[in-house]
């Protein structure tokens, strides 16, 4: 048993390797380090813009939004690590800013106040789409491209990474679909039902 389970590591480790970077799973920025208590997963993966949001969604998250140089510089010292060994100048990853009409919003709405340009950016404005540049000056300042894959080619590095608020705040800031609002007042009728029997008894 014990051989078995060794081996199975020593499969896990060789696969590690063969890969060379492996995506370390969310990290949470803890309330307690002044965060907000999301968690963030860098996810190596060669998506346009588009796919990297539904594949951030089907995830249960959405792809990060950066709000603030707080969060900026803990996303960004998370993606320097996660790409330590890659050559940074082939490097980036896409954020959930996007462009509609001339104004640049996040996929959660959140207001569009903090930014991060690299120099000379927004430059095109038929690029929409946000992603944080791995090369220098500025590493993983923003950049916007257009809704399409890596151009880096195969020696670049090209990724999303997905934001995810704990299930209690979500509960909280996500709107009832009409559906969950008709099963809650049916199972709060229930619950009154139940009350005024036990009252009558
Ligand atoms: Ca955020
Ligand atoms: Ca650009």
């Avoid at 300042?141 to 257009?146: L, S, T």
């Avoid at 049916?186 to 008894?201: D, F, M, S, Y």
């Amino acid at each position: 048993m014990k051989k078995i389970l060794l081996n199975g590591l020593a499969c896990g480790l060789c696969l590690v390797a063969m890969v060379g970077i492996a995506n370390a799973g969310p990290m949470t920025w803890a309330i307690a380090d002044g965060g907000n208590g999301h968690s963030y997963e860098i996810i190596d993966s060669n998506l346009s813009w588009t796919d990297a949001k539904d594949a951030a969604e089907t995830a249960g998250g959405y792809l990060a939004t950066i709000t603030s140089a707080e969060e900026q510089l803990f996303v960004s010292t998370l993606v320097g690590n996660h790409v330590i060994g890659a050559t940074a100048d082939n490097t980036g990853y896409i954020i959930g800013g996007f462009k509609v009409d001339e104004q640049w919003q996040w996929v959660t709405s959140e207001p569009w106040d903090y930014k991060y340009w690299r120099p000379n950016e927004p430059n095109y404005s038929y690029e929409n789409y946000l992603y944080m540049d791995g090369r220098s000056p500025i590493q993983w300042g923003w950049n916007n491209y257009v809704d399409v894959n890596c151009w880096y080619g195969e020696s670049g590095l090209f990724g999303y990474i997905v934001e995810s608020a704990p299930v209690i705040e979500r509960r909280f800031t996500s709107v009832p679909e009409p559906t969950t609002l008709l099963l809650l007042a049916t199972g709060l009728a229930g619950i009154a039902a139940v009350n005024i029997r036990r009252h009558k008894k």
